[in-house]
T-cell receptor, first 115, second 114 residues
Framework: DAGVIQSPRHEVTEMGQEVTLRCKPI?????LFWYRQTMMRGLELLIY????????DSGMPEDRFSAKMPNASFSTLKIQPSEPRDSAVYFC?????????????FGPGTRLTVT | AQSVTQLDSQVPVFEEAPVELRCNYS??????LFWYVQYPNQGLQLLLK??????LVKGINGFEAEFNKSQTSFHLRKPSVHISDTAEYFC????????????FGDGTTLTVKP
């Protein structure tokens, strides 16, 4: 298995631009998670899905952030408009989900820099 | 609600020395417990997990952890560390009834010195 795939790996954009991060979970996994990691705040859970349905988005910092999972093999995290304080590494992770062993498999991350 | 406390933010140790990274958790229900490792510029990867059964769990790269229910701890140990073990380590707890969500600790940076 190729593992969790994220794209792009690096993104540099200017303040005010729209940014879309993409994730392909491991085939057969039912849960998908989006995290943000910074030196100041550590690892933060933004949102997670079970069976393509958003379960908890309480970690999404503002309305500028939105996430979708149109099918079991694809998810996006969108920031519009982006701000310098959004600069971070964004991770996607997938898990076998309810009834499974619950460990999460992380992608390599997208390093976002907003100037 | 669950919480995880990693008691040391940084642990420096010399190569070939033993190491213990401490993790305490709080939860009102039975839990699953995990340790993940993050090498520089990479995502987190699973080191080991406790679901049930034997309280001593062995993982990859020679690491092991012991689940202690009475002390609500899940400390990670390795008898002899290598330079390549330098990384950040995260303890996590998952509530089996909470749809797969895990709560992560703040991480412990292990630095192995020659």
């Amino acid at each position: 298995d190729a593992g969790v795939i994220q794209s792009p790996r690096h993104e540099v954009t200017e303040m005010g631009q729209e940014v879309t991060l993409r994730c392909k979970p491991i085939s057969g996994h039912n849960s998908l998670f989006w995290y943000r990691q910074t030196m100041m705040r550590g690892l933060e859970l933004l949102i997670y899905f079970n069976n393509n349905v958003p379960i908890d988005d309480s970690g999404m910092p503002e309305d500028r952030f939105s996430a979708k999972m149109p099918n079991a093999s694809f998810s996006t995290l969108k920031i519009q408009p982006s701000e310098p304080r959004d600069s971070a590494v964004y991770f996607c992770a997938s898990s076998p989900g309810v009834g499974g062993p619950r460990e999460q498999y992380f992608g390599p991350g997208t390093r976002l820099t907003v100037t | 609600a669950q919480s995880v406390t990693q008691l040391d933010s940084q642990v420096p140790v010399f190569e070939e020395a033993p190491v213990e990274l401490r993790c305490n958790y709080s939860s009102s229900v039975s839990v699953y417990l995990f340790w993940y490792v993050q090498y520089p510029n990479q995502g987190l990867q699973l080191l080991l997990k406790y679901l049930s059964g034997s309280t001593l769990v062995k993982g990859i790269n020679g690491f092991e952890a012991e689940f202690n229910k009475s002390q609500t701890s899940f400390h990670l140990r390795k008898p002899s560390v290598h330079i390549s073990d330098t990384a950040e380590y995260f303890c996590a707890v998952s509530d089996p009834t909470n749809a797969g969500k895990s709560t992560f600790g703040d991480g412990t940076t292990l630095t192995v010195k020659p």
